[in-house]
C-alpha cells in the first residue's frame, strides 16, 4: 500500500512514516517546514519528502492520504483531495487501526513530560526483554528513532528472553490482567491536541490505552481549547475509554487532575508524588530512593536534574510494573536511560561554552528546565535563548508567567518575530538582565558576544529556530 503523509515532518506524523514503512508500505509525504531531527530521520529511512502542499501531488495516486493536524480547509493539497474524492484518514485514526488494534497500549499524556516518560518506559519494557513498539514525539537517545513497530510477540515473554517476574516478597500486589492479546507491548505518546480539521476530538482518544499516565495538566493549546477546563473534559473522555482492568497512573498533586478523575473513572488508580503512593526521596550524590506507600524499591541512579525527572520516572516505573515488570528491575533500566534528543540535549562545546537545546516552550516547562540546569552547573552563567514559538506563547495567553519562569537564567534573550503581544513589557521586572530582538540577525550577535568561557546557554525553542545552535555554535567558535 501506498501512502502519502501530509505533515510528515511533526514528530507524530513522522512517527506515522517510519511505521507504516516498517510494516512494508510505501512512504512518501510532504511539509511546509522540514527541518532536524525529523527530517534527518525520515531521510534515513529514505523516505520520499516533497516541501510543500502542491496540489499536483495527488497525481501520486496513492492508496490513501493520511492527514496531520496541521493541515487546513484551503491547504492546495487538501482541497484538490476533497475535490477529487480521494480516500483520506488522520492520523490517530490510522494509528489505532494499523498498528495499535491487539496491543497492549502504554499511553502517556499530560501537558509536560509525555516525551521524556513515553522514553523511559520504552527502555524499562525493552531492558526487561519485552521488545515494545513505541510512538513518542522525540528521539530518544536509548533508540535512536521516534517510532518503532517491534515484533507481535505474547505478552508472556519477549524473543528469546525471560519476562520480570514481580517480587512476590513486595508489599506491591501482583496484577493478573484480563483481556490480554499476543500483539506485544506499544507504548504511544497521548497528546491531548486534536485529531484533525475533521476531526476535533483529542489525539487521545482513539488509542485504545491499557496503561494510561496522566503526568500533569495544564492549560495550554489555546488555539483550540478556549481554558482549562475544556482540556479536563478532553481527559474525562480519555479516561471514560479505559478497562477496569487496566491501570491509571497519575500524579497525585496535580489538582486539575484530581478533577478529572473525580468526574469518573472506572479503572484503578495508583498516584505518585504523594506519600501513600509512588514517592521520591532525594538522597546524597547521584539519583533518588523510589518508594511505594513509604516502602523502598530501590535507587534510581543516573545524572539527569529536577524534581521534574523525578516524577517522570515514578510515573514510567508504576506503568511498568502495570506491564507486569518488577519496580526494582525498572529503577535499574532508568540508570542506563540517556534521554531524548531536544531535551537539553548538549548541541557541543565551542570556545569553553556549552550550548543545550531543548523544546521547552511553556512556563512550567521552562522553569524545570532551567531549575533542572542549575542543579548541574551550580555558579557557573546561564544564558537562556526563547523563542516563544507554540501558538499559545505567540498569542501572549501565558506572557504574564515568562518573566517568572525565567528567573533562575543569568542572562536572557527573547526572540519576538510573530508575537502578538509585548516581550519587552513582559519581560520588564527581569530588568537589565533581559534584551528582546525581532532581528534574528542581531539576537545571535548579541548571544555571541555576551557568552564566555564556562557559561551555558539553553536554547529553547519547540521549532528549528532558524538553525541557531549551529550558527552560534560556529561564531563562538571563532571566538577562540
Known sequence: MHLHILGICGTFMGGIALLARAAGHRVTGCDANVYPPMSTQLAAQDIELIEGWGADQAGLGPDVFVIGNVVTRGNPLMEEILEQGFPYISGPQWLRDNVLAGRWVAAVAGTHGKTTVASMLAWILEQAGLEPGFLIGGIPENFGVSARLAPSVSHQGGRGKSRSILNPQSSIPEITPKGESDGGFFVVEADEYDTAFFDKRSKFVHYPARTAILNNLEFDHADIFPDLAAIETQFHHFVRTLPASGLV???????????????????????????????????????????????????????????????NALAAIAAARHCGVA????????????GVKRR??????????????????????????????????????????????SNTMKAGVMKDRLAASLAGADRV???SAGLQWDATAALAQLGTKAEVHVDFGRLLEAVSAEAKPGDHVVIMSNGGFNGIHDKLLARLGKKQ
Open 249 to 311: 497512573v497519575a500524579n497525585g498533586a496535580d489538582a486539575a487532575l484530581a478533577r478529572v478523575l473525580a468526574r469518573g473513572c472506572y479503572t484503578p488508580v495508583e498516584r505518585f508524588g504523594v506519600a501513600d503512593g509512588w514517592a521520591a526521596t532525594t538522597v546524597a550524590g547521584d539519583g533518588f530512593e523510589v518508594l511505594w506507600r513509604g516502602e523502598k524499591q530501590g535507587r534510581v541512579r543516573w545524572t539527569l536534574q529536577g524534581a521534574h525527572n523525578q516524577a
Open 327 to 338: 519496580p526494582a528491575q525498572a529503577i535499574t533500566a532508568l540508570g542506563g536511560y540517556q
Open 344 to 389: 537539553m540535549e548538549v548541541r557541543g562545546v565551542a570556545g569553553g561554552v556549552t550550548v543545550y537545546d531543548d523544546f521547552a516552550h511553556h512556563p512550567t516547562a521552562i522553569a524545570a528546565t532551567l531549575e533542572g540546569l542549575r542543579a548541574r552547573v551550580r555558579n557557573s552563567r546561564i544564558l537562556a535563548l526563547l523563542e516563544p514559538r
Open 413 to 415: 534573550y527573547c526572540y
